[in-house]
């Protein structure tokens, strides 16, 4: 990866951009979140913004809850531009959040069963499956229950 990603809380006019990045991706399109659905994620009460850049350029984002999961961080969402899909992009924001939450013991994230380039990505990131919740959004698909212990 040439391009170096920086990595900061979001502004106010990224959440547009993230909202689309979002309405046109993998899983929320099978999970049927509009982008007005997007928009809504995005802002809701609890939850932190972060977005990556690359040469000023908005590539990806994760929202985090801090306290979402037992008291434990959660990423409740996750999302590279097609753009910059395979650059690394990914990967940094995935380590931006556990080192954020570093010290915390645990984070969480749910990722969903037809999802399969996702849930590798997170298993090679050291992320287990711990639960699964059956027809959880979408009838006759689980969203499952990954974790990572933090340093």
């Not at 990556?52 to 979402?68: C, N």
Request: net charge neutral; hydrophobic share 40%.
């Amino acid at each position: 990866m040439g391009t170096p990603i920086h990595i900061a809380a979001a502004e106010p006019e990224d959440l547009e951009w993230c909202a689309r990045v979002m309405a046109s991706s993998e899983p929320w399109i099978t999970l049927r979140r509009d982008l007005e659905g997007c928009r809504a994620t995005l802002v809701r009460p609890g939850t932190e913004l972060f977005v990556a850049r690359a040469q000023d350029l908005p590539a990806g984002f994760i929202l985090v809850a801090p306290y979402g999961l037992a008291g434990s961080p959660y990423i409740a969402c996750f999302a590279v531009a097609p753009e910059g899909r395979g650059q690394g992009i990914g990967s940094r924001l995935l380590r931006f959040a556990e080192e954020h939450f570093a010290g915390r013991e645990h984070i969480f994230l749910l990722v969903s069963s037809f999802n399969d380039r996702a849930q590798r990505f997170y298993r090679q990131h050291g992320y287990e499956l711990i639960g699964e919740l059956k027809d959880y959004i979408v009838p006759g698909k689980s969203e499952l229950i990954l974790h990572k212990r933090l340093p």
